[in-house]
């Protein structure tokens, strides 16, 4: 269709304002227009290390074996992280979409700094949309001798609202495409796959909302398929470091200065109650003791997406977690359950659950209620496919926003009274599993690049399998089912008695009304 001359010139005009202002910011955000990356490689494993001893003389099982522990307590989680950073002496190759600027945050930048003050040679590897609000710190860590910054897809423009938005509206749909991995790597002997970014909130540290989250930590063979992925990513064309960009914030701050704040930070947290509480931890004190036992067999595969998820269409990169995810659930005999914080099946995938469901198999769904979730936009993608799933046979369980048996629970704890489910996981059959970042949306699908860990062992399927179900009680989660005129219904149990509500419990109106007006929004692809 032919646009008014009036049109036309007017975007023009808007076309080559936008060239005009990307020409003077730079727009170079891929190998191909800026000055070229030197390729790195991960550092081999040796044999003279703390971590090189404490695991692996746990490997009695010989080549080829993988040692696999979940970690389902944000304090096990964040001391594993702090200690073996403690302990690196070679390497610290971290990957992640979110490293905030809080007191956990700033006490494992600590530690890596510390590493890197050792000798240890630092790699991190972080998605630019979270980043970028932290170039200064960046470029100041950046210069340390040992470690070294990358971004993953980043911004051209650093700063400048009308740059930023020139930059959007130029690059649109490249920039939704983010990475979503993460991988904490010491050693090249350990790695931390799954659910948890770096910040108070995914390690029980937070006095506003916590996340239940999930861990697995990784030692043997998948260690080397974590290491592997890492530096595929870390030397893709959509890795750039950070020194390479135009407008970083180079000289607000120096590495003085960070390494000041960082030890402030520390010694203010020192007699916290948080690190108290870590200090009293079972689970940690087996940590410093050497005695951390990990379940070893052959069955491990860790599965990441192709790098050029980012930049290129699906027909051109290779098969990569949701394909696993496929399969394994397409080969589900007795039992599918899923665990997953943002969850927008799409008509293929609730087809799919209703077919299995059908077929006898039990389908189960534990995911967060309107009240409990951190995205109230998503959860309206949610809400479309939830009573066509019902109907079909498959059970949905909600997490409560303020589950009163989670608190000081040992196996799902809480830093405070408010939780959000942030774990993504899955059971098939009680003997296969799956932990990694990959949520059960369109955004994971096809947009975000993923990772996770496949895991073949009956004795962590029974103890995540048991970890669904505490958190699918009625004391826990709001239990979804149909009445008789198949409109939805919530019940839980609350001192002792059953209730039922007939729309999203504790959730306030304002929070319904904008849920029920986004589901008619044509979204969800990128939900």
């Known amino acids: 269709m032919q646009l008014p001359l009036h049109t036309a ?14 020409l003077l910011t730079g727009c170079a955000v891929t190998r191909s227009g800026i000055m070229p990356a030197q390729p790195s490689v991960a550092i081999p494993p040796a044999e003279d290390a703390i971590l ?65 003050d050792r ?63 993460k991988a904490w790597i010491a050693d090249g002997r350990i790695a931390l796959v799954g659910g948890r970014n770096i910040g108070d909130e995914y390690f029980s540290a937070s006095d506003g909302v916590n996340f239940v989250d999930l861990d697995v930590l990784l030692a043997g063979a998948a260690v080397d398929e974590t290491v592997r992925s890492f530096d595929e990513y870390w030397n893709s064309e959509s890795s750039i470091p950070i020194d390479h960009l135009r407008r970083a914030m180079r000289g607000k701050l120096t590495l ?17 109650d948080y690190l108290r509480r870590l200090r009293q931890s079972p689970g940690i004190v087996s940590m410093l003791q050497g005695d951390y036992e990990l379940a070893w067999q052959s069955g491990v595969q860790v599965v990441a997406d192709d790098p050029r998820k980012a930049i290129k269409h699906a027909s051109e990169i290779r098969p990569g977690v949701l394909e696993s995810l496929i399969d394994a659930f397409g080969a589900t005999r007795r039992e599918l359950l899923l665990i997953s914080p943002y969850f927008v099946p799409g008509a293929g995938g609730a087809d799919g659950m209703r077919q299995l469901a059908s077929a006898g198999i039990d389908v189960e769904i534990l995911t967060n209620s309107l009240a409990a979730t951190d995205v109230a936009a998503v959860h309206s993608g949610y809400v479309r496919y939830r009573q066509r799933l019902l109907a079909g046979g498959v059970k949905i369980y909600e997490l409560k926003p303020a589950p009163e048996a989670f608190e000081h629970e040992k196996r799902m704890s809480f830093g405070s009274s408010r939780a959000s489910l942030h774990t993504k996981a899955a059971i098939v059959d009680r003997e296969h599993i799956f932990v990694g970042s990959f949520n059960l949306d369109p ?82 692809s990128q939900l």
């Open 119 to 181: 000798g240890v040679r630092v790699r991190l590897l972080l998605d630019d949309m979270d980043a970028r609000q932290r170039d200064a710190v960046l470029m100041a860590l950046d210069q340390h001798p040992q470690i070294e910054i990358r971004l993953f897809n980043p911004f051209a423009t650093r700063s400048g609202t009308l740059r930023t938005l020139a930059e959007v509206f130029a690059r649109g749909s490249r920039l939704n495409h983010r990475m979503h991995n």
């Open 9 to 22: 010139l007017i975007r023009s005009a808007f076309i080559l304002s936008l060239g005009l202002t990307l």
């Open 443 to 524: 955004r994971s699908a096809t947009l975000n690049c993923e990772m996770g860990a496949w895991i073949h062992s009956a004795a962590l399927a029974k103890e995540l399998a048991l970890m669904f179900e505490e958190g699918a009680t009625p004391l826990r989660s709001f239990v979804v089912t149909l009445d008789a005129k198949g409109r939805t219904v919530w019940t839980e149990t609350l001192n002792g008695k059953t209730l039922q509500y007939d729309s999203d419990p504790y959730a306030g109106w304002g929070r319904r009304a904008v849920t029920w007006l986004l589901k008619f929004l044509p979204i969800e």
């Open 52 to 116: 090189d001893q404490w695991f692996a003389r746990q490997s009695l099982a010989g080549p080829g074996q993988s040692g696999a522990r979940l970690i389902s307590q944000g304090t096990d989680a964040f001391a594993l992280r702090a200690l073996s950073a403690r302990a690196a002496a070679r390497s610290l190759d971290l990957q992640y979409y979110i490293w905030h600027n809080d007191a956990t945050g700033r006490y494992l930048a600590g530690e890596a700094l510390a590493a890197a």
């Open 256 to 272: 003085y200065e960070v390494r000041q704040v960082l030890a402030d930070s520390a010694r203010a947290q020192a007699d916290s």
